[in-house]
């Protein structure tokens, strides 16, 4: 289940066959959670940090009126609270968005191999920084992207990430959210998801049939999103 983990840490830097054996070496415990269920819930203090080993998941925060706001999507080999490691109490929840398997990393194995492995702790910390930026870019499309070049950007970045680890067979992956998990994502209502994928899939941009996207003219996709994966930051540098 850590072989996600090796794999994107060695799209980003070099690693040994020590520093490999370290990571799949980590103690784990798997949890299985369904579409629908609560991975996390905010407000909860976490002694463990849980990698994705497949499914979808979403972090999202809830308005006082019931609104719900997705702020990022957590695809396998992502971790979906890493930071709960310094951060302890989550200030929002994850939720399952498809049948879900995680690895449980207890936070004093993480705390262990971060204090004996400078360059592991360097690249974990890496993966919240990229966290990060993925939020900051999802700010930007939700206040300054229309619709459509804000779906379009969601459909180049799940495909980039999912090529990371090996999951995006050519330009096409596996989607299995719903229009109304898609407005939540997005900041709109599951009526304008509708027309935008209409639009999108009128143009010849893209197919979205039976949970599974594909990206028809990627080209043109990128230019319509004004898309930049220079925030993934999935190139080899040292870190």
């Not at 998990?181 to 935008?196: F, M, P, Q």
């Amino acid at each position: 289940m850590l072989d996600l983990l090796v794999r994107k840490f060695e799209r980003r830097d070099d690693i040994s066959a020590a520093q490999r054996e370290a990571i799949r070496s980590l103690p784990v415990q798997l949890r299985q959670v369904r579409a629908g269920e609560s991975i996390v819930s905010e407000g909860d203090r976490q002694t463990a940090s849980l990698l994705l080993a497949s499914g979808f998941a979403a972090r999202f925060s809830l308005m006082r009126d019931g609104g719900r706001q997705f702020t990022e999507l957590g695809l396998p080999g992502d971790f979906m609270d890493l930071h709960s490691l310094v951060m302890k109490r989550m200030d929002h929840g994850v939720l399952a968005l498809a049948d879900c398997e995680l690895a449980a990393i207890p936070h004093e194995a993480l705390r262990d191999l971060t204090a004996q492995d400078p360059h592991l702790a360097r690249l974990l910390w890496l993966e919240t920084v990229v966290d990060a930026a993925i939020h900051r870019v999802w700010m930007v499309g939700l206040g300054r992207r229309d619709a459509l070049s804000r779906m379009a950007h969601l459909f180049c970045e799940t495909q980039v990430r999912l090529d990371a680890v090996g999951l995006a067979g050519g330009l096409s992956f596996d989607f299995p959210l719903s229009q109304t998990e898609l407005a939540d994502v997005l900041g709109l209502s599951a009526v304008h998801v509708n027309r935008t994928l209409m639009a999108l899939r009128s143009s010849g941009l893209i197919d979205w049939r039976e949970g599974r996207v594909t990206l028809n003219d990627w080209a043109r996709l990128v230019r319509l999103a004004d898309f930049d994966p220079l925030y993934l930051r999935l190139w080899k540098e040292p870190v």
